[in-house]
């Protein structure tokens, strides 16, 4: 018997059909003797209809109201599916973030979790029952007010609450069957990963894979909490999230639901084939930030990105060209999210004085490319392979950025199709088939 | 300056535009000097939405789970009235049922309030805020569990949180001008009634008048905690419901929204003066049960309604008719809500052997009319004018049920109209211009 968290995502619950589906499954798992713990988000386009409702009422809604609203969400879909696994035999009680101990500090909007304290989903299951947590929320320490955990909150909750449940492993049931070697929609033939290292995960997620949020993925290996990313819609064995070490046959699909009980040996330790590379990620929400003619200074790179920073902007790639000898000034280019991009270039727009740069330049028609694998660590060939390929179909680089087990690129937006396939191409990660792909995304 | 509660319907906040609508009401009281907490229910249809959402999960939705769903609808209403508020530069903050201190039993569904320890929202008025309470929600004192308070919850919550504030005043605002001597849309020339004692409207209440339900008027009545019935379209100055003897100048409008401050004069004591008739109620929502043929013998009667009780239902109007002395049997005939019609009829089914009456008659084609009025405890000459008035017109009456202030008839549903217009007419309580209504009701 092992102690399960799932967490299903928006996608998952989209109508009373899925619902019951989604309960089957719960069911499913809790009758083959698992303890099982739920999360789960708001149903399919609930938030954004909230958010619009906002939107019609307040220009700038106030972010506490903000958080009181759209935790209206997942009550409703934990509630109904408490309801529809309540008919199919089986207990079920749905909990607030509040009511599951989910303690957060105080910043609406993107509250970060202090402790989680789940003394009453504990007792629901030693008394046989289904809790269900609702994904996403939480409560303030200081001011008891109601919060939400913004992007990935829902997976950072289902972790969170593992870990606190001393869960065998946390499931991440989504709209696609694990985690891929590439975007299936770019690269048709790209393959399900069965296996990866949180390190390898938090790249590609950082790169752009949007499977599982980077937060969640930090939570999970602070804890070394297993992670089982799997679609709701299918059997298939999914994406098993570990350290390269743990001993975990979740890959051969030998636990449920619904087949035989899971079972984590904790003996053994026969540590996995491990492949060079992991996976090809893309993004196209950043956007380009050149600072041109900037005094090659000590200290002025300091001064642009202090300014940008003050902003509370998130900035990614960073690249300073060599300095032109003849005018002893040089450029500084940086990437940050497209959404962003306004508030960069107006920071550094009244920062002009104390910079004293020639020009700002912005360019949002960019994408980045970024190839993961712990493997590349001891292949010194990957690099030379990687920009072969890229060079092959006429993509120009324009930007690069590596750490020991990621190498990134910023090339043109249009050309990031291409670049991703024939980066997947060359490392021999093309599958036979075509993936899977199921529409929608969760929250 | 006062302390008001405000409770706003869902008919007063159906989209956003009523919702800013509502907040400005609350701005122009808070900003006239007074202390305002507010009660508001879920917007428009949104609680019928959440019920259908429940009966495509689950044919019999978990009463606990359905409390949970229920109540993301005031949570949604709450939060985006708080959000508009805000933008009108007053601060305000929203608070679920559990927040604000409403403590009740763990009956969902139809919970009972225990107890409301509204330190929050104490709190709130302390610091210049406007506290937004959900209505119709609470937390179960020993479960901890969400509960719902049932038919008539908002208005309750609002009374009782007044009560609990020891409020000046609890304003319900709602789609109509406040409570009329008859349904205007039976009796266009029905007049809004300025001021009512509690046991008239309760008696109303009873009787079939939608405006207010008896539970938050029996509750204002045990605390004699002022109710004032407004509509949120208008600036009519509405009714209030209040003792005969309480000395509150509400009915010239002139306290806000938006006149003058509200001054509640505890000295004086002028006694209003009292008509003798409040208004005509009406309901087509009771059906007619005739046991017929019951041995005329000591305990029958009680054996009947004991059968009936046990099967849950509410019993309104009671006649025996005299014995006939040549069989020794009589018959008894009751009222019921006609949605516990069939359960009546099967529980006395199942009694027929230790009733022992002839047969069982079902009549679901009746309506109640209802004369209500304080004055008529003094006035002997109500009673005649009542039934002449309905034998002017032709209306027959099968039951009759009185109290002192208060005379009932059941009679043909198809007579209703007929029967309130002649009544309404007859006492004098006709208007000179027509009412005017609003679509829709609150819960």
Do not use: W
Not at 39 to 57: E, I
Not at 76 to 103: C, F, K, N, P, W
Not at 281 to 291: E, F, I, N, Y
Not at 355 to 362: A, F, Q, S
């Amino acid at each position: 018997m092992a102690r399960l968290v799932q967490k299903y995502g928006g996608s998952s619950v989209t109508d009373a059909e899925s619902v019951q589906r989604v309960a089957r499954r719960i069911v499913d798992t809790h009758r083959a003797g698992h303890e099982v713990a739920v999360v789960v988000s708001a149903m399919g386009d609930t938030t954004d209809d909230l958010l619009d409702l906002a939107a019609r009422v307040s220009p700038t809604p106030a972010a506490r109201e903000l958080d009181m609203l759209l935790t209206a969400g997942e009550r409703i879909s934990m509630a109904v599916l408490a309801m529809a696994i309540h008919d199919l035999g089986v207990e079920a009680r749905s909990y607030t973030g509040s009511q599951a101990g989910l303690i957060t500090d105080s910043t609406h909007g993107r509250a970060r979790i202090i402790n989680v304290t789940p003394g009453r989903i504990l007792a629901a299951l030693d008394e046989g029952a289904v809790p269900i947590v609702a994904g996403f929320q939480g409560v303030s320490q200081d001011t008891k007010d109601i919060t939400t955990l913004g992007r990935g909150g829902s997976d950072t909750t289902a972790v969170a609450l593992a870990a606190a449940l001393h869960a065998d492993v946390c499931e991440i049931y989504t709209d696609v069957d694990g985690v891929f070697s590439a975007d299936p929609r770019i690269v048709p033939v790209a393959r399900r990963v069965p296996r990866i290292t949180y390190e390898e995960m938090l790249d590609l997620a950082a790169s752009g894979a949007k499977v599982l949020h980077l937060r969640c993925v930090e939570y999970a290996r602070r804890f070394e909490l297993p992670l089982h990313v799997r679609s709701s819609f299918t059997q298939q064995s999914g994406t098993v999230v570990a350290t390269a070490e743990a001993d975990i046959d979740l890959t051969s699909g030998k636990y449920g639901p619904p087949p035989e009980p899971y079972q984590p040996t904790t003996t053994g330790g026969s540590v996995m084939e491990q492949p060079i590379i992991a996976g090809v990620a893309h993004d196209l929400g950043d956007a380009k930030v050149t600072v041109v003619g900037v005094p090659d200074q000590v200290g002025e790179a300091a001064t642009i990105f202090e300014a940008v920073a003050e902003a509370g902007i998130n900035i990614d790639v960073i690249v300073q060209n060599v300095s032109a000898v003849a005018t002893g000034r040089t450029d500084v280019t940086f990437t940050c999210p497209m959404a962003e991009g306004g508030a960069a270039m107006g920071a550094l727009q009244r920062a002009h004085d104390v910079v004293g740069y020639e020009e700002l330049r912005y360019d949002d028609q960019v994408g980045k490319v970024s190839l993961v694998g712990a493997g590349m660590r001891s292949n010194p060939g990957v690099s030379a392979t990687f920009f072969r390929a890229l060079a092959d179909v006429g993509v120009n680089v324009e930007m690069i950025s590596t750490s020991d087990i990621r190498i990134s690129v910023i090339v043109r937006a249009e050309q990031v199709p291409d670049a991703v396939r024939a980066v997947h191409h060359a490392f021999g990660l093309d599958a036979d088939g075509e993936a899977v792909v199921y529409a929608g995304t969760g929250r």
